[in-house]
């Protein structure tokens, strides 16, 4: 027991004979067990409780797959103030296909004259004598005259096509030259966007296939024969007369017309009629 349990004054307990001393004992045991047991109690509350502290440790508690919410601010664009399309008329889709001709559409004729001067060199159609010098005939430069007719359409005021034929002659030292052809025949007006006497100012071409050949005149011997020929002119007019539905006024050309066995060049000023069906 522990000496600052309990501590008995000795000047306190007086024993007087055997009564005394009986009763002293008594009470020293008495005193002396009450003691012990206080002391245990002490003991007692003062030992700590040897419990297992609970396990505070949080639960193994994955938490969710939380994003932030996206807090980037949404593409604002600011309100399309263009006025809304007007609803499109289906037949203003269409007007080129219905608008009226101006100056010149629908069916189309055209005729052509046109004299000049040109030349025929070339060989016979016989392969013994295509390239041999001594049968090869310079016709010279001579009188040149063509004339030729198409038929055909204005598909807009500035574009024409058509279909036609021709003949063209060449007169030269003792030598004629006719060459009948067909062709292929177009005409556009390139400057017609300019207004004025601007639509009237065109291009022509013509290209197709002739039979050309070249004739002494006294002997009548084919000097020069072309067969099938390949025939191409191109050329400028002017149609400043207007009169009815007809067009008219100069051109100005070169026709030319080759082969294996022909080179046929010619330069032609000339005279043209056109006439439209529109407007």
Same mark, same amino acid.
């Given at each position: 027991?522990?000496?600052?349990?309990?501590?008995?004054?000795?000047?306190?307990?007086?024993?007087?004979?055997?009564?005394?001393?009986?009763?002293?004992?008594?009470?020293?045991?008495?005193?002396?067990?009450?003691?012990?047991?206080?002391?245990?109690?002490?003991? @007692?509350?003062? =030992? !700590?409780? #040897?419990? &297992? *502290?609970?396990? +505070?440790? /949080? $639960? %193994?508690?994955?938490?969710?797959?939380?994003?932030? @919410?996206?807090? =980037? !601010?949404? #593409?604002? &664009? *600011?309100?399309? +103030?263009? /006025? $809304? %399309?007007?609803?499109?008329?289906?037949?203003?889709?269409?007007?080129?296909?219905?608008?009226?001709?101006?100056?010149?559409?629908?069916?189309?004729?055209?005729?052509?004259?046109?004299?000049?001067?040109?030349?025929?060199?070339?060989?016979?159609?016989?392969?013994?004598?295509?390239?041999?010098?001594?049968?090869?005939?310079?016709?010279?430069?001579?009188?040149?005259?063509?004339?030729?007719?198409?038929?055909?359409?204005?598909?807009?005021?500035?574009?024409?096509?058509?279909?036609?034929?021709?003949?063209?002659?060449?007169?030269?030292?003792?030598?004629?030259?006719?060459?009948?052809?067909?062709?292929?025949?177009?005409?556009?007006?390139?400057?017609?966007?300019?207004?004025?006497?601007?639509?009237?100012?065109?291009?022509?071409?013509?290209?197709?296939?002739?039979?050309?050949?070249?004739?002494?005149?006294?002997?009548?011997?084919?000097?020069?024969?072309?067969?099938?020929?390949?025939?191409?002119?191109?050329?400028?007019?002017?149609?400043?007369?207007?009169?009815?539905?007809?067009?008219?006024?100069?051109?100005?050309?070169?026709?030319?017309?080759?082969?294996?066995?022909?080179?046929?060049?010619?330069?032609?000023?000339?005279?043209?009629?056109?006439?439209?069906?529109?407007?």
């Amino acid at each position: 027991m522990s000496s600052a349990a309990l501590r008995l004054p000795s000047n306190r307990v007086t024993c007087v004979g055997p009564v005394g001393f009986a009763l002293g004992g008594v009470l020293s045991v008495a005193l002396c067990c009450a003691a012990e047991v206080q002391a245990e109690e002490v003991q @007692a509350e003062a =030992k !700590p409780v #040897d419990a &297992k *502290p609970a396990d +505070t440790k /949080p $639960a %193994d508690a994955k938490p969710a797959d939380a994003k932030p @919410a996206d807090a =980037k !601010p949404a #593409d604002a &664009k *600011p309100a399309d +103030t263009k /006025p $809304a %399309d007007a609803p499109v008329d289906p037949k203003a889709e269409k007007a080129w296909e219905t608008d009226p001709y101006e100056h010149r559409g629908g069916f189309a004729v055209g005729l052509s004259l046109g004299l000049g001067v040109g030349a025929a060199n070339g060989f016979p159609a016989d392969a013994r004598k295509i390239g041999r010098e001594e049968f090869y005939t310079e016709s010279g430069l001579g009188l040149s005259t063509l004339g030729s007719l198409w038929i055909g359409g204005a598909l807009a005021d500035w574009l024409t096509f058509g279909l036609g034929g021709g003949f063209a002659l060449i007169r030269a030292d003792g030598t004629e030259s006719p060459a009948p052809f067909m062709f292929f025949h177009t005409d556009i007006y390139p400057l017609y966007g300019l207004e004025g006497a601007f639509r009237n100012l065109g291009m022509t071409t013509d290209f197709g296939l002739a039979f050309a050949k070249t004739t002494d005149n006294e002997t009548g011997d084919v000097l020069i024969d072309a067969g099938g020929a390949s025939h191409l002119f191109v050329g400028a007019f002017f149609e400043g007369i207007e009169f009815w539905k007809m067009k008219m006024g100069p051109s100005l050309g070169l026709d030319y017309m080759f082969s294996q066995t022909l080179r046929r060049p010619s330069a032609i000023a000339g005279f043209r009629v056109s006439l439209y069906t529109l407007p």
